[in-house]
């Protein structure tokens, strides 16, 4: 299993401008910013990739770790370590919120493959999950892509977007051919990877910048 960990700098964060929930703008300090890449036929069958963030406020850094797969044993290890992941950072760094664009799904297939596993751990009851495709939704009254709100924050990404069935074809790859992984070029490996950790780095800035960029319309 690959396991790679980011840092990467973040300027000053102006409060005023920070998504606000029952008039709580400093959310982000205790939050971690989440993303799978997973592949599904007819019901869930792994978890590709982890991607996961959090703020600290001390360093003013955003620290990113990642898992991701290389054959079929891994599938079934990376379930144990996404959850050694929540329970380090909900114990001992107090973080409450999950936040997420469009989580229903991940977390959808996060409960199906921790029950197959017998892992015990309720991530709706461990965290409070804020969506930000829904708020975007609630407050201007039309549907979002995740690209699309990037392109309203000004975020311009390293990576080419990968489709989420191009990347759902690469994982269902790795897990049937135990000798895929080392035959994908490094290349492919860490445009993956990239592209994951721009999804969790992005749903940050904009939690962050929220006000800047969505004016509320009654």
């Known amino acids: 299993m690959i396991i790679r960990n980011n840092t990467i700098k973040v300027e000053q964060i102006d409060k005023s401008l920070v998504l606000s929930i029952e008039d709580k703008n400093e959310l982000y300090k205790n939050s971690l910013f989440f993303d799978l890449e997973h592949y599904v036929y007819k019901k869930p069958i792994c978890i590709g990739v982890f991607g996961c963030s959090y703020y600290d406020d001390d360093k003013r850094e955003l620290f990113v770790t990642q898992y991701m797969i290389e054959d079929k044993k891994d599938s079934e ?18 973080k409450k919120y999950i936040v997420t664009f469009s989580g229903n799904n991940d977390f959808t297939v996060l409960r199906y493959l921790f029950k197959e596993r017998n892992i015990y751990f309720d991530i709706d009851s461990e965290f409070i999950h804020i969506d930000l495709q829904k708020q975007y939704e609630k407050e201007k009254k039309e549907g979002i892509g995740l690209k699309n709100l990037e392109k309203i924050f000004e975020i311009e990404r390293e990576s080419a977007v990968i489709s989420g069935s191009n990347l759902a074809k690469t994982i269902s790859k790795i897990i ?30 904009i939690l962050t910048n929220w006000k800047k960029y969505i004016v509320h319309e009654e």
């Open 77 to 94: 290890e990376i379930i144990s370590k996404i959850e050694e992941y929540f329970i380090k950072y909900k114990n001992s760094y107090e």
């Open 176 to 205: 049937k051919d135990k000798d895929y992984f080392s035959r994908m070029p490094e290349e492919k490996k860490d445009k993956i990877l990239l592209y994951n950790e721009q999804d969790v780095v992005s749903l940050f800035y």
